[in-house]
């Protein structure tokens, strides 16, 4: 949800965007969500979870709040929130980039180049995406719970969820062209070129 913020307010508000998403607001929005989902599984886990108080020897009485119930809303309300929060986030995101290029159209009687046009392209098919890819596996692990057997339980659950991140992250690498050929740029021959070069300038210099 931060990242999705942090990419919607690069896009509509481009000039407060290093204001509000500065390094110590950054760091303090990231603790915040830490502490949000912290509170919650403790929430979850403090709540009364079927215990029955004996009253006597022939009654007994149950807390009145269920313990099922509440993790649920606990666990997996937080989670939606956060997709569907992203959700909308990403839907603006997409609307502000068609409005903006409506606008500068308009004020603009040449055509762009295509590299631009590319990228904003790409930008889009990575938003839609991922409009989709998260609430699918939020979708999944919620209903991984009644599926019978452990193995496909957990890997529809727990490994899913620990890997969605990862998911995400593998969907913005796809689509961005400077991530995948910065590891072949940093280790290419010509990279090696340019820093023998400035070793040898460096030294020559030294020696003159």
């Not at 890819?133 to 529809?156: A, Q, R, Y």
């Amino acid at each position: 949800m931060l990242i999705a913020l942090d990419r919607c307010l690069l896009i509509t508000r481009p000039f407060s965007f290093q204001v509000i998403f500065s390094r110590r607001n950054t760091a303090l929005f990231i603790a915040v969500s830490w502490i949000l989902s912290l509170a919650a599984v403790l929430a979850a886990l403090y709540f009364p979870c079927n215990e029955e108080h004996k009253e006597g020897s022939l009654f007994s009485m149950e807390p009145s709040m269920h313990c099922n119930y509440i993790f649920i809303v606990f666990t997996y309300g937080p989670m939606w929130l956060a997709i569907v929060t992203t959700l909308l986030v990403d839907v603006y995101s997409i609307w502000s980039l068609h409005k903006m290029n409506k606008v500068r159209d308009q004020l603009s009687a040449q055509d762009w180049s295509p590299v631009y046009k590319r990228k904003i392209l790409k930008l889009c098919y990575m938003l839609a995406l991922q409009c989709f890819v998260n609430p699918l596996i939020m979708f999944i692990v919620t209903i991984g719970d009644d599926v019978e057997s452990p193995i496909l339980s957990f890997l529809v659950t727990i490994f899913l969820l620990s890997i969605a991140d990862s998911i995400d992250g593998a969907i913005v690498i796809a689509f961005n062209h400077d991530l995948q050929t910065m590891k072949n740029t940093i280790g290419s021959p010509a990279s090696k070129c340019v820093s023998t070069r400035g070793s040898a300038v460096k030294a020559s210099s030294n020696g003159v």
